[in-house]
């Protein structure tokens, strides 16, 4: 398979009018900045590669040799000649892939086993690593792709022979409910912005490479209805950031007053106090008001990231946060506009001759 492999990487060399980045050697030229940016050009929107070329990106995610770290718990009967304490093979008990691996810990997942990785290791032996990357990049432009995308291994990005997106989650306080991949954190709580300052910080020899096209941050979050963030706050505990600024906003908007609250909201709370520990679901006639601080919420999400790659990556693409196919709250969309360089998507589907972007959203678009 070695050989095999070798013999069509030889043959199949990839695209000949592509510069180191993948970008369009013979095209137009624009200014060369060093970095990745984006261009509008004749009312279409271009990534600009750090030589300057139009660039089109077109990758796969998931270029490592851990793309099947397989759970075992429960289920390890399913599989033949398991390896046995002291084997060799033993090792892929252990590897792990950084980006997915908080995933399996939060669903308390114990045992897993990388075969992925351990049939590299049969293939290339011990420096399988190593020779798997070469190989990954040479693979990449033999097939024509200029991109290494979301969930890739970091070892092989910073090869620096391919451009490559990273990504990274937001963390801190989880406000309590809000289903889907991975919590929606309270905006509202430092520890959210330092979450991001932290990991950046981690970054520092991506962001200083010319090969990082940009960040996604965060990954198929649940934005809900129009006033879905909000209805969920108000139900957690007093202790969240956030359900303390959603009193603060409610008392400046009835100017301290609980009872013209109640009188529009149909409820009966003695006080402001009485709000803020509230558990329950409040009532329809809540909704106008909730999705005011929806959209609140929205913005300090995107408004905190936004700065803080200002400060600690400036140059540096945020490429948004992946909406979860087409239907995520249009005013997730909007809001999210205003601060993301690019609108990115995950869209599972064969066409997008039937997908318009909102007409008042004018940004690049990344589908995943």
Not at 43 to 54: A, V
Not at 104 to 130: L, W
Not at 142 to 169: F, V
Request: glycine residues 8%.
């Amino acid at each position: 398979a070695r050989e095999e492999e070798e013999a069509d990487l030889a043959a199949h060399k990839g695209a000949t009018d592509r510069n180191k980045y993948g970008g369009w050697a013979n095209g137009p030229k624009h200014e060369a900045t060093g970095r990745f940016y984006f261009k509008k050009i004749d009312g279409k929107w271009w990534f600009i590669d750090p030589e300057g070329c139009l660039w089109w990106s077109h990758g796969v995610v998931r270029v490592t040799p851990s793309s099947a770290v397989t759970p075992l718990d429960g289920r390890k009967h399913y599989f033949e000649n398991m390896p046995k304490r002291g084997d060799e093979l033993e090792q892929f008990y252990f590897t792990h892939d950084s980006l997915l691996k908080p995933y399996y810990t939060a669903r308390n997942i114990k045992e897993t086993d990388d075969f992925s990785s351990a049939n590299c290791y049969r293939k290339y032996g011990k420096n399988y690593k190593q020779i798997y990357g070469e190989l990954a990049h040479r693979r990449l432009q033999s097939w024509g792709l200029n991109t290494i995308a979301n969930s890739s291994d970091k070892d092989i990005c910073l090869m620096s022979k391919t451009p490559y997106i990273e990504r990274l989650e937001a963390r801190g306080g989880p406000i309590k409910g809000i289903g889907g991949w991975w919590p929606f954190r309270d905006p509202f709580d430092p520890s959210f912005r330092q979450s991001i300052i932290d990991q950046l910080k981690d970054r520092e020899k991506s962001l200083k490479d010319p090969y990082l096209v940009g960040l996604f941050v965060d990954n198929e979050l649940r934005w809900g209805n129009e006033s879905y963030l909000a209805v969920m706050i108000a139900k957690n505990p007093a202790t969240l950031l956030g359900k303390q600024e959603l009193v603060k906003f409610y008392q400046a908007k009835y100017n301290g007053d609980i009872k013209k609250l109640n009188f529009d909201w149909n409820t009966s709370f003695a006080s402001w106090e009485a709000l803020l520990e509230n558990s329950e679901d409040l009532p329809k006639q809540a909704s106008t008001d909730l999705v005011e601080f929806n959209d609140l919420v929205i913005h300090a999400y995107f408004r905190g990231i936004r700065e803080v790659f200002n400060e600690c990556a400036p140059g540096v693409l945020y490429l948004g946060c992946r909406y979860a196919g087409r239907s995520s709250n249009p005013r997730a969309l909007l809001i999210g506009s205003q601060y993301s360089d690019a609108i990115s998507h995950n869209m599972y589907n064969f066409t997008l001759a039937d997908y318009r972007q909102p007409e008042s959203i004018d940004k690049p678009m990344i589908i995943g």
